[in-house]
């Protein structure tokens, strides 16, 4: 696994122009953070202005279309997000599959749009509460691996999954420790059988309710590479916290 944590904010549906002096805190931060790696996925509208505003951080959307251009109304491609500087794309939220019935097949076209047009690409796979109660997590998630990871050679290198526990998002409530710990050998264990070697360069995220107080916890886990974080990335001194907890060199 790639030693560097990555920690990346999603702003959701959330911020306009006076939510970038956030993201300038942010940049200014995240710089004496050298051995984090910190990125912000805020909505397409601030990706530009976001780009052109900061220096260490690392700008990315939340989703992308599969296709290139073409009659998709509202939608934005992975060409026009690296057309305007972003080094990401998140595909496959929750808040996608679930509210835009987005299947596995169509996150797999997205991240697969978003390497061709020179994009990192960060997928994102978790349980339904239902489907843990039942003993299904690990399987579920196994097969949404499967589903939405694109395999095409060399890809490796630019995929990072989130494990995001889809009752664990925006709730305040987080996985266990052992919970986590258990699900992130089990996606290593995945990525390895779909990568071969290449797999030791997938960063695995955790996301949940994470925040200033349970970062250090999360980060201790083996497998925990950084976090997707929600709610908390939408302040410098909430979000910053978190990526003060990953950094190594104060461990
Ligand atoms: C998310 O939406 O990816 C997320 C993890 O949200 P929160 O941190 O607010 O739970």
């Known amino acids: 696994m790639p030693n560097r944590p990555y920690i990346v ?17 942010i940049d200014r931060g995240a710089a004496r953070h050298a051995g984090v790696r910190v990125g912000i996925a ?9 780009v052109e505003a900061v220096q260490v951080l690392i700008v990315g959307g939340q ?31 929750s ?13 797999k076209a997205k991240a ?15 349980e339904t509460e239902a489907q843990r109660d039942a003993g299904q997590a690990e399987a579920v998630v196994c097969a949404q691996l499967d589903g939405s990871l694109p395999r095409e050679e060399g890809v490796a290198q630019r995929v990072t999954v989130a494990y995001e526990p889809v009752w664990a998002i925006g709730t305040g409530r987080v996985a266990s420790p052992d919970d986590v710990r258990a699900m992130h050998a089990a996606i290593r264990a995945r990525l390895i059988a779909l990568y071969g070697d290449g797999a030791a360069a997938v960063r695995i995220l955790y996301g ?39 950094d190594p060199a104060l461990d």
């Open 9 to 25: 904010g999603n702003w959701k549906m959330n911020g306009t122009r006076a939510q970038m002096a956030e993201a300038r805190a």
């Open 208 to 246: 949940g309710s994470v925040n200033a107080g349970n970062a250090a916890e999360l980060f201790a886990v083996d497998e925990v590479g950084g976090a997707l974080v929600g709610g908390a990335s939408l302040t410098a001194d909430s979000f910053l916290s978190i990526v003060t907890a990953a």
């Open 42 to 50: 805020p909505p397409f509208t601030l990706i530009s202005t976001m």
């Open 95 to 107: 808040e996608r599959r679930s509210m835009h019935g987005e299947s596995d097949a169509d996150v």
């Open 63 to 93: 989703d992308c279309h599969a296709r290139i251009s073409g009659a998709f109304t509202g939608d934005v491609s992975a060409v026009m997000l690296k057309d305007v500087g972003a080094g990401f794309v998140i595909v496959g939220h």
């Open 112 to 126: 697969q749009a978003a390497l061709e047009a020179g994009l990192e690409v960060i997928v994102c796979v978790g």
